[in-house]
């Protein structure tokens, strides 16, 4: 899995998301993120397809809605996915949230089985507790790969880091600029103008400096540019040591629906 990638969470005006895949792809990018409930799965297709990339040098992940995670929907909803997609494989699906429909024992059999027959390389979760990934793990035969949650410099989800450590388990990160908060942050910005680079760098190299994949959303040319230029950006010690001693908290996505437990 590259440990860069695009998001494109509320990317959902069609011709904009296009344009951005395509834009980030050539720009460097291999790593593309969307999901069902986004509603962008066509375009991000469109704007692979139209990129001077191929796909198999694309790493493409979806995830599976709440609502179809019934054992007996689940598989038409990736179907539905790959022909929005306009592929006959996932790089990576994961289960959106341990909520709705979801039943350890009636959900992830279907995700074997996906695994099984290639149509998914990976199975991912996504904002999973570590029980959770406990319980994933005893069901699957499949290996969990990863599991996407928000982090950033106010929600460093250290707990999460230590037991991904642990266990083998890679972690990606959505909001990774906590939805603009970084740029707010007197800390993150001593740390950009003592490197000279935006604030949005910075937060994206301190994650990559924790082993975290980062897929911030970006839709301008100039931002998409900027995000990938934080793969320039090495920070010391010192710097890692002044955003872990950020102590500000900003959960920036909590919905009804979290695990008790979030």
């Known amino acids: 899995?590259?440990?860069?990638?695009?998001?494109?969470?509320?990317?959902?005006?069609?011709?904009?998301?296009?344009?951005?895949?395509?834009?980030?792809?050539?720009?460097?990018?291999?790593?593309?993120?969307?999901?069902?409930?986004?509603?962008?799965?066509?375009?991000?297709?469109?704007?692979?397809?139209?990129?001077?990339?191929?796909?198999?040098?694309?790493?493409?992940?979806?995830?599976?809605?709440?609502?179809?995670?019934?054992?007996?929907?689940?598989?038409?909803?990736?179907?539905a996915s790959l022909d929005a997609l306009g592929t006959d494989y996932l790089d990576l699906l994961y289960v959106h949230w341990p909520a709705g429909e979801y039943d350890p024992t009636e959900t992830l059999p279907v995700f074997d089985a996906l695994y099984e027959e290639g149509t998914i390389r990976h199975v991912g979760v996504s904002n999973f507790e570590p029980d959770h990934v406990d319980r994933a793990r005893e069901v699957l035969d499949a290996p969990v790969f990863a599991n996407q949650i928000e982090m950033h410099p106010f929600l460093p989800q250290t707990g999460m880091r230590e037991y991904a450590a642990r266990t083998d388990l890679n972690l990606v990160a959505y909001s990774p600029l906590a939805r603009g908060g970084v740029f707010d942050d007197p800390t993150l910005a001593a740390v950009a103008e003592k490197h000279g680079v935006s604030e949005a760098q910075v937060s994206l190299a301190w994650l990559r400096e924790a082993g975290v994949t980062a897929i911030p959303k970006a839709t301008s040319e100039a931002h998409i540019r900027d995000n990938w230029g934080s793969l320039d950006l090495s920070l010391d010690a010192e710097d890692v040591d002044r955003i872990?001693?950020?102590?500000?908290?900003?959960?920036q996505v909590d919905p009804d629906f979290a695990p008790a437990a979030w």
């Open 1 to 79: 899995m590259p440990r860069f990638g695009l998001g494109t969470w509320e990317n959902d005006e069609h011709d904009q998301c296009v344009e951005s895949v395509r834009t980030a792809l050539e720009t460097g990018y291999r790593h593309v993120d969307t999901a069902q409930a986004y509603r962008n799965e066509a375009a991000v297709g469109e704007g692979i397809a139209a990129a001077s990339v191929d796909r198999e040098e694309v790493f493409l992940a979806t995830k599976v809605w709440i609502s179809n995670l019934a054992a007996g929907d689940v598989r038409p909803s990736v179907e």
């Open 244 to 251: 872990d001693a950020i102590e500000r908290r900003d959960r």
